[in-house]
């Protein structure tokens, strides 16, 4: 089992910048990606960013390319994500998720992760 806390959501304005932590306990030693996920009303939860164990390579959805970055503290078990230039378009619930079970799906598939917290709300006002 491995057990994911969000925190850093909040209400900021357009153009501005929040950092997400999502700290990891348990059974950590089997995480392999480590991913963040948004899912705004209405609409489906879709792939923000993604982080490889290892090898430490990171992938990001286009629309926040050169805006979000992930990055992974291992000492400490937890995952960031920095959002700068945010947009109200960024409004959204944003999920932390981990793969423990490798099975080589896209990054970008939810259905790879098998570990979700329960989600920070990110508001951006315009």
């Known amino acids: 089992q491995v057990r994911l806390v969000e925190s850093g959501g909040g209400l900021v304005q357009a153009g501005g910048s929040l950092r997400l932590s999502c700290a990891a306990s348990g059974r950590t030693f089997g995480v392999s990606v480590m991913g963040w996920f948004r899912q705004a009303p209405g609409k489906e939860r879709e792939f923000v960013a993604a982080?490889?164990?290892?090898?430490?390579?990171?992938y990001y959805a286009d629309s926040v390319k050169g805006r979000f970055t992930i990055s992974r503290d291992n000492a400490k078990n937890t995952v960031y994500l920095q959002m700068d230039s945010l947009k109200p378009e960024d409004t959204a619930v944003y999920y932390c998720?981990?793969?423990?079970?490798?099975?080589?799906?896209?990054?970008?598939?939810?259905?790879?992760?098998?570990?979700w917290g329960q989600g920070t709300q990110v508001t951006v006002s315009s």
């Open positions: 982080s490889r164990c290892c090898a430490g390579s990171t």
């Open positions: 998720a981990a793969d423990t079970l490798n099975t080589g799906s896209p990054y970008t598939d939810s259905r790879r992760y098998d570990y």
